[in-house]
């Protein structure tokens, strides 16, 4: 019962005045959905990171040429002898456990199809690429290893060249002429989205490497190698026998090459994305102590403005401890009531902006308890000193107070 | 007859916290029986509310004893002198001193949110609040605010939260001090009537007249009691109330002619 009256008594003060009250919930306001809506965006990003890995392949091993991770001096582009599909060959003969291998060669070129222009990547793979990738053709079917070994002229393309350049028409069977070569479609690849460094996955050709290398970039090196490790627990072991063929294939020579599995990439990425939602959070937390110092700031003020008014609970009987208990009511139902709202703005805010912006955001529920019980406890501290001051005031010197 | 409810035996008062010490009571030496009404005179700054303010367990004398009911103020510490002002005090302030934006009804419950009636259900707190507005007049002035009031239902307001704890002795610092004569006879009734019903009534003011309506009266002087004496001829508010209506009327009788 004693607690009731004072919180009756704390309800009264908060409705005394509205407006201040209101005022002083914003800053909670604000510093909460603030948190929420950073947090959520951070998140939403993290989980797309990560999906967007899967997205790669599974079981995923690439080859890159140069030496860019082994740390301390970089080779430089053409500082080594790179990749060529001999290593390709020899690693698919040689290494076991191995479901698949695609070796892969880019270039960027302008096609021409249907009477129109579009520049595009033009990829040199292997027949398993689409398999590797864990990306199927949708219509049509991939090139076969004879078409790869007799330099075929053939294709598959992506979503977004389909559309610009065959917006009514099926594509399949038609020509499209990478400089003046006209290669054949054979297929169309599922949509597959953007990938992990922002670019448009589906704007794509996918030719013959053979052809590629020959025919349209003239060149004798390949650009990675994609291996597929049969189960996941073989991903260790084939990038170690990777690593020992290709070692063994130069004879001595400094390594110029670099194995990574998926899970060293999809590491660095979220390792990335923690980085930003943990920048993020940080940022919001400020907005949230500068809330919690504005309800002490306020709390302060309204103790010496209230001198009167705890003069007259003193005088009429209230105990220190009333008055301390009234007054951190007070600041925690404030600092409460708006890290509720705040819950609701930042929830609603990170739909809004997934709406609008079409940014993926993900709201942590644990982040919602934190967020809850971090604003209780921001007015437990904000509060308690204005409290504590409030509370030892002398009826008689408060009462003259003016 | 019974023990005095307040005994006070020399007692002094030294503010200390100026440049030179004030000695503002110099030793007065009071018996208060139950049922008295009691007017405190003086001129200003003879200690009137100084010696109130310790009457009301506000402020601790610096020397000397006091007995509220039989208890040694002097011995009980701050939580236990709140408690002592809560049930045992009634203290009507000079200016009224009602919490702003806050309902007549709600200033005089405020008093049972702390102390013994905090057991009470809400509904008791509220009827027995509405209860003490009707003995001042001002049941249906219950939901108004402070600032919606006049200045005598202010006060009157105020005397309503004095009294809703049913004190012992009710303590009032010039209650008619900011009031215009007809207001202050206005007050002035509603403590006559609170006395026949047996409340012990001390107050301070400055006005003859006015300490006609009480009982017995004392007059201070630098500290010091210097008048102690009953009333003769008391006046009885009713009475007057009646005569200032009648007067009124005339006034307007009057006014009205002339038009
Ligand atoms: N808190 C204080 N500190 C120092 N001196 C004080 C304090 N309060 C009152 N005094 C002094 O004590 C003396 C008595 O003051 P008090 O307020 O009791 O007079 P009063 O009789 O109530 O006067 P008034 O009729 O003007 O209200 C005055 O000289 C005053 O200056
Ligand atoms: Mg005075």
Redesign the interface.
Known sequence: MRFTSTLLVALRALRRNTMRSMLTALGMIIGVAAVITMVSIGNGAKAQVEAQVAAMGQNLITVMPGSFSSGGSRGGYGSSTSLTPEDADAILADVKNIDGLSPEVRARKQILANGLNWSTNINGVGPDYPYVRNWPVASGSMFTDQEVKSLAKVCVIGKTVVDQVFPNEDPIGQTLRIGNLPFRILGVLSPKGFSLFGSDEDDVVLIPYTSHMRRVSRQTNISMIRIQAAEPENIASVKIAVEDLLTQRRRGREPDFNVRTQEELANAASANAKTMTGLLAGIAGVSLIVGGIGIMNIMLVSVTERTREIGIRLAIGAHGRDVLTQFLIEAILLSSLGGLIGVAVGVGGSQLLSHYNGWPVLVPTMWIGISAAGSAFVGIISGFYPAYKAAQLDPIDALRYE | MSSPVVQIKDIHKIYESGEVPVHAVRGVSLDIHRGEFIALMGASGSGKSTLM?ML?C??RQTKGTYLLDGIDIDKLD??EL??L???KLG?V?QGF??????TAL?NVE??M???RH??AS?EEIRERALHCLEIVGLANRADHMPNQLSGGQQQRVAIA?GLV?SPQVLLADEPTGNLDSKTSVEVMGVFQKLNDQGITIVMVTHELDVARYCKRNLILRDGVVVRDAPVDGRSIAAEEMLRIKQAETAAKLTTAAQH
């Open positions: 303010n009301g506000l402020d701050r939580n709140a408690d002002r809560n049930q203290f302030f001193n009602l919490l702003a934006r806050t709600e405020l008093p949110l702390y102390g905090r057991k809400s939260r704890n």
